[in-house]
Structure formats: C-alpha cells, structure tokens
C-alpha cells in the first residue's frame, strides 16, 4: 500500500480489538484515552496515517515487522481533553481506506457571516482545480459528530493536491485573499510524491523572503530548495 499522510484508515473489529487490549495493559494509560479509543472502536471511526518511522537497512530481519506496522492518530474531541493520541497497528488490521471531507461539506458548521464566503472560496479552489480537504478540528468534527472547534478559537486546516507549482501558487493567492469573516486558514499544498508545504511559507518562499522550505513527507521533514523537486514554468 502506498500509505500517505493524512491518509484515513478504518480497522476491521479484530484490528480494534487489538489496539485496545494493547492500551488497557499499558500502566501509564489514562482512563480518558481509554475511554475515547472503546468510542471510536464501537463507532467504528477512522484514525488518520501519520508520518512514520524510518526502517535503518542494519536492522535487517527487522526491516520486514516495522514495516508491517503503521502509524495511525486520532485528535480527540474536547469531551476527551482535546488528546493527541497516536497508535502502533499492524496494516492487517487495515478495512478500507479514504480521505478527509472536501472543504464544502463544513459550511453548516461556520457561523452564520461566514457561511456564503466559505462557499465562495470553496468554488474558487474548485475552478482551479483544486479538491481542498478539511483536516484539524474541523474535518475530525464533521466525521465524528462530536464537538473539536473552539468557537473563535479554531483554524480550518485545508490539504490543497497541486499538481504543479503555478497551481500552488493559486491556491496560497486565494487563501491569502480570503474573507475577513472567515477562520484564519491553515493548512499544506502536497504535491505528486507527497512533498507537503505550508501555503503561507510556499508563498513566502515564491516571493524570495526565504531561501528554504520545511517540506513534510510520509518519513520525516527537512528545510529544502523546492526547485530541487519542483518543474517551474
């Protein structure tokens, strides 16, 4: 499988029982992390693909156990403290996989002010082609039904697929031109291979105010050169 970060994951019910009978032998494991794992267990929830560990080559026969497993998080709602919380799991365990709703489906969920802006720039993205994702406290609302945002408090995370950097460069246009009535927006321009930028440092860095970037892939993040890895027109 050709995992991605902020791929989502559904585990089968033998995978959750799994995960929970690992978390209820551990000492340190609080009964509000239980608590929020047996509600995603028995709503069958997705967890989300995380970054993951590198497998050195000198661990040898190891090589082949790590990279069965995955790296799966969950940001729990505010009932559960907000947690972070992050899993080891074997990729058997693995149902089906999906996305992060598209950023139309969030809306409903904006006041009231903000509403028909949202809508607005969500058709502007489209027109460029660009499905944006909602990911954060928002996107974790929308699938889980239970309240993450802050009111006031909460940024929209949006994942932005470009296929090139012209388009990236549309898409942190449109952001930086957003709507005061609406949410600070956050978020990553990933691009084919799964290189992922913060729009407001790729529109820094197109503007030559910076000389690198903080590129986050599937195994780790490292300034880099975009030009290294990027076509530019």
Known sequence: ???????????????????????????????????????????RLPLVVTRQPLVHPALGGAIASAEALLTLGLAAPTRWGRLRLFLRVAQSAVHRVGAFPL????????????????????????????????????????????????????????????RSPEQADVAAALLASAAATLPRIDGECVFDGGAAVAWREWAAWRAGATRQLLVKRLHGAALEDARDWTVMA
Not at 127 to 139: N, Q
Not at 150 to 158: E, N
């Open 103 to 162: 950023a139309p489906q969030i809306a409903h969920a904006l006041p009231a002010a903000a509403q028909a802006d949202w809508r607005a720039l969500c058709a502007a993205l489209r027109a460029a082609g660009l499905d944006a994702r909602v990911y954060g406290s928002h996107g974790w609302q929308l699938l889980s039904g239970l309240a993450c945002v802050r009111v006031g408090r909460s940024d929209i995370d949006l994942l932005l697929p470009c």
């Open 1 to 43: 499988m050709n995992w991605q970060r902020h791929q989502l994951v559904w585990l089968h019910a033998a995978g959750w029982q799994a995960v929970l009978a690992g978390r209820a032998d551990e000492p340190a494991a609080s009964e509000e992390t239980l608590a929020c794992l047996r509600h995603w267990a028995a709503h």
